[in-house]
């Protein structure tokens, strides 16, 4: 995933690390191998490689989150959409020139295409996959996610209770520190550029998870492109929140829900993670709306603070 993973955690000092260590590198170069798309032969890049119609093997962790991110999918409505690989290629955000390319952006921008969620099917049981329309597959915006709850199950089954997991911006708590306190997490500000904190929170038992405009991006004949695509509008997203965290049960939940909410944005968004089990906290920018240009001189901010939890 081009990223590192960190572990903190409370333990028996008289315990090794050296093999917890090569559990837990273990468990998310498997999440690597299955489901990266800048791996040519991971499993999920045989499947984006495979004929419409054609039933191909995946792994067990594979099904699982392909079967969350197609959840997620149709509760969304379609924000969230694994479906989007051709345009996150053309737009320069994944494996490639890291460039857009006109061509394939008019290749790839086929409004009214069908949604990941009702042309993938996934059998369960058998744990295979099949595409009913030409797609390919992305889980760039869930796989981290995965991968700290995988980090988190490899330290229980060492007995470890007490710890922080991480992925760039997805993190896993488990219980309290033994002095009783949770962990506590910084939320960046939605800057370009800068690395800042805009608040605490604390988070014992639960996942949280960013999105965020402000750290990838691509210019674009004079314009910044965030690297979040709208699905319904076949483009990256314009306008929508500076950034979403999300808080969940599992870091998998909230990193697609983190994802889901940047393109619904803060009413809509807000609404339906009222009715799921989701805290959030949208940032956003008070800036002219057909200026994309004016973030790196951001006017002041707007906030809408969702949920009292977070402090
Ligand atoms: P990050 O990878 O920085 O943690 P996200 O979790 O928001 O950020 O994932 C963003 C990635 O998800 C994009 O780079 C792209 O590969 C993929 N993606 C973009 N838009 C969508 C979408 N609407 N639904 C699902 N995945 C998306
Ligand atoms: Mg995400």
Known sequence: MGTRYSAVFFGRPDRPLA???????????????????????????LLNGAPVGTWIDVPEQLTTVLAAALQVGQVS???????????????GFGPGTGAPDPDAIAAAGVVGRVPAHLAIELDLVGRRVRKHSPMRLDLSGIAKGY????LARVLESHGIQRYLVAIDGELRAGAP????????VAVERPEFGRRAADGVVEITGAALATSGDYRHAVEFRGDRYSHTIDPRRQVPLRNGPASVTVRAATAMQADAWATALMVLGPERGSELASTLDLEVLFAERGIDPTDVDRPTTPAPE????????YR
Do not use: C
């Open 19 to 45: 093999e917890l260590h090569e559990a837990l590198q273990q468990s998310v170069d498997a999440v690597d191998a299955q489901m990266s798309t800048w791996k040519p032969g991971s499993n999920l890049m």
């Open 77 to 91: 409505g379609g924000a969230f959409d694994i479906g989007v690989g051709e345009l996150v290629s053309a737009w």
């Open 147 to 150: 991968g700290v709850d995988e």
């Open 177 to 184: 520190k033994p002095d009783g306190s949770g962990w506590r």
């Open 302 to 309: 707007r906030r809408s603070y969702h949920d009292q939890n």
